[in-house]
């Protein structure tokens, strides 16, 4: 949060690092709606994939025939995101030819229409992800230095969700409380809560996106409970200490769906009943 704090106020480009699934996307949009441009756009580019000519086309946009198919005049995501933040997800995967494209963007702020000769002002704030080693790409050829030290003024290494357990609490309560329109809000009891803290999580924040949503389709009252979960053996050793839900948020959220005594509630979060009661008084909840 602090990191989110300190970068967000500026211009300066955010690089964000970290496994698939940590949450990069997130993090960007915060990054933007805590900045001055959060009444801009805030523009995705997904960089995987696409080819050399896709790339520049997406990027810059096309005038009416550029190329066959090109039948009209079509805007790029760098004009799209005019006023706002340029979101470019998985930079390790554009092309080394677009790379000094990308780069000419950047240290210029201008940019031509593919199949034009005007010369267009760019207006955005960037970042940029990835989950590969970009310096170790750079070592071999496959990523531009120059480029690197452009995007990467205020680097952010993301952790993966096993080494947060503290915010599987959090991120579960905001998973349930976005419903779409004519769904139910679902809760979750202590139990599955638990269970979630437990486990692994290879695929980080995505995965545990999608196990809501799976269990989300068997919670016919409205209550996720261990049943619904996935039985994995992906899950963390015995020996690793797994930290209770003890923020406001989770611990709001626990009080509303725990069904029984306080005593067993303590129970189950591993911690005394004096432990307890102690967290409830310092956060306004006793």
Same mark, same amino acid.
């Given at each position: 949060?602090?990191? *989110?704090?300190?970068?967000?106020?500026?211009?300066?480009?955010?690089?964000?690092?970290?496994?698939?699934?940590?949450?990069?996307?997130?993090?960007?949009?915060?990054?933007?709606?805590?900045?001055?441009?959060?009444?801009?756009?805030?523009?995705?580019?997904?960089?995987?994939?696409?080819?050399?000519?896709?790339?520049?086309?997406?990027?810059?946009?096309?005038?009416?025939?550029?190329?066959?198919?090109?039948?009209?005049?079509?805007?790029?995501?760098?004009?799209?995101?005019?006023?706002?933040?340029?979101?470019?997800?998985?930079?390790?995967?554009?092309?080394?030819?677009?790379?000094?494209?990308?780069?000419?963007?950047?240290?210029?702020?201008?940019?031509?229409?593919?199949?034009?000769?005007?010369?267009?002002?760019?207006?955005?704030?960037?970042?940029?992800?990835?989950?590969?080693?970009?310096?170790?790409?750079?070592?071999?050829?496959?990523?531009?230095?120059?480029?690197?030290?452009?995007?990467?003024?205020?680097?952010?290494?993301?952790?993966? *969700?096993?080494?947060?357990?503290?915010?599987?609490?959090?991120?579960?309560?905001?998973?349930?409380?976005?419903?779409?329109?004519?769904?139910?809000?679902?809760?979750?009891?202590?139990?599955?809560?638990?269970?979630?803290?437990?486990?692994?999580?290879?695929?980080?924040?995505?995965? *545990?996106?999608?196990?809501?949503?799976?269990?989300?389709?068997?919670?016919?009252?409205?209550?996720?409970?261990?049943?619904?979960?996935?039985?994995?053996?992906?899950?963390?050793?015995?020996?690793?200490?797994?930290?209770?839900?003890?923020?406001?948020?989770? *611990?709001?959220?626990?009080?509303?769906?725990?069904?029984?005594?306080?005593?067993?509630?303590?129970?189950?979060?591993?911690?005394?009943?004096?432990?307890?009661?102690?967290?409830?008084?310092?956060?306004?909840?006793?």
């Amino acid at each position: 949060l602090s990191e *989110l704090q300190r970068v967000a106020p500026s211009m300066l480009p955010v690089l964000l690092l970290g496994e698939s699934g940590t949450g990069k996307e997130l993090f960007a949009r915060a990054v933007h709606e805590t900045s001055e441009r959060t009444a801009g756009p805030f523009v995705v580019v997904d960089c995987s994939g696409l080819t050399e000519t896709l790339f520049e086309s997406e990027l810059f946009g096309h005038e009416k025939g550029a190329f066959t198919g090109a039948t009209t005049r079509k805007p790029g995501l760098v004009e799209t995101a005019q006023g706002g933040t340029l979101f470019l997800d998985e930079i390790g995967d554009v092309p080394l030819a677009m790379q000094v494209k990308l780069l000419r963007l950047i240290e210029s702020g201008t940019y031509r229409r593919v199949g034009s000769v005007e010369t267009l002002h760019a207006n955005f704030r960037l970042i940029a992800a990835t989950h590969k080693p970009l310096e170790k790409m750079m070592e071999k050829g496959e990523f531009r230095q120059d480029l690197y030290y452009r995007i990467s003024a205020f680097p952010i290494q993301l952790p993966p *969700l096993r080494h947060r357990i503290e915010d599987i609490g959090l991120l579960t309560h905001s998973f349930l409380q976005r419903v779409g329109p004519g769904r139910r809000r679902l809760t979750i009891d202590i139990d599955a809560l638990v269970q979630l803290q437990h486990f692994a999580w290879p695929g980080n924040i995505r995965e *545990l996106r999608n196990v809501l949503e799976r269990a989300s389709l068997f919670a016919d009252d409205g209550v996720i409970r261990t049943v619904h979960l996935p039985v994995t053996s992906a899950s963390i050793p015995a020996q690793v200490s797994v930290p209770a839900p003890f923020d406001s948020g989770t *611990l709001k959220h626990v009080l509303a769906t725990f069904r029984g005594t306080r005593s067993e509630l303590a129970k189950h979060l591993g911690i005394s009943e004096r432990t307890l009661y102690r967290r409830l008084k310092e956060q306004g909840l006793a």
